[in-house]
T-cell receptor, first 111, second 113 residues
Framework: SQQGEEDPQALSIQEGENATMNCSYK?????LQWYRQNSGRGLVHLIL?????REKHSGRLRVTLDTSKKSSSLLITASRAADTASYFC???????????FGAGTRLTVKP | DTAVSQTPKYLVTQMGNDKSIKCEQN?????MYWYKQDSKKFLKIMFS???????INETVPNRFSPKSPDKAHLNLHINSLELGDSAVYFC????????????FGPGTRLTVT
């Protein structure tokens, strides 16, 4: 079954603006990861945040994790047209190393 | 220097046929996975496999079977294909112990007619 749910399902912004995507999950986790998928391509790992971390940065990406609310957010600052893609959160909570993905947020950055 | 590769990229076949999708990784990972992404972009784990155990998602029909000739390869065999099997199938790999990021292949778009 799906674990994460991304919100919003689709987001359209202008280049230079910030994009915020949210993810909620249901069970306890070891870590939460964000992936990006360009149209017709495989997923590419962006950032991982562990359950004992609250915030993490990587370049223009900022991820927060609130385990009490079972939610995470991905912020992309100063967006570029090349950021146009689908963004998925994935949770790893079990011993079998399975990751559970949400349905993704489709981000469109207009030049 | 492709990390995770899949073949074929596209596969069109008729109902009832048996087909295979191949996956290879050159990252030295000990765990490989198969995912199915449907038309609504939901990505669902089908199998995870390392040299110790195969873990099967219970919702996967037994028409689907992974075959691993060695640690670098995990092929997906599908018997008696059905229309509902049409999807994009992704292979991925990672290190079991560190449980960090997974590296995905480019996907195989399967169309069953």
């Amino acid at each position: 079954s799906q674990q994460g749910e991304e919100d919003p399902q689709a987001l359209s912004i202008q280049e230079g603006e910030n994009a915020t995507m949210n993810c909620s999950y249901k069970t306890s986790i070891n870590n939460l990861q964000w992936y990006r998928q360009n149209s017709g391509r495989g997923l590419v790992h962006l950032i991982l945040i562990r359950s004992n971390e609250r915030e993490k940065h990587s370049g223009r990406l900022r991820v927060t994790l609130d385990t009490s609310k079972k939610s995470s957010s991905l912020l992309i600052t100063a967006s570029r047209a090349a950021d146009t893609a689908s963004y998925f959160c994935a949770t790893d909570g079990g011993n079998n190393n399975d990751m559970r993905f949400g349905a993704g947020t489709r981000l469109t950055v207009k030049p | 220097d492709t990390a995770v590769s899949q073949t074929p990229k596209y596969l069109v076949t008729q109902m009832g046929n048996d087909k295979s999708i191949k996956c290879e990784q050159n990252l030295g990972h000990d765990t490989m996975y198969w995912y199915k992404q449907d038309s609504k972009k939901f990505l669902k784990i089908m199998f995870s496999y390392n040299n110790k155990e195969l873990i099967i998602n219970e919702t996967v029909p037994n028409r689907f079977s992974p075959k691993s000739p060695d640690k670098a390869h995990l092929n997906l065999h599908i018997n008696s294909l059905e229309l509902g099997d049409s999807a994009v199938y992704f292979c991925a790999s990672s290190h079991w112990a560190t449980r960090d990021e997974q590296y995905f292949g480019p996907g195989t778009r399967l169309t069953v007619t």
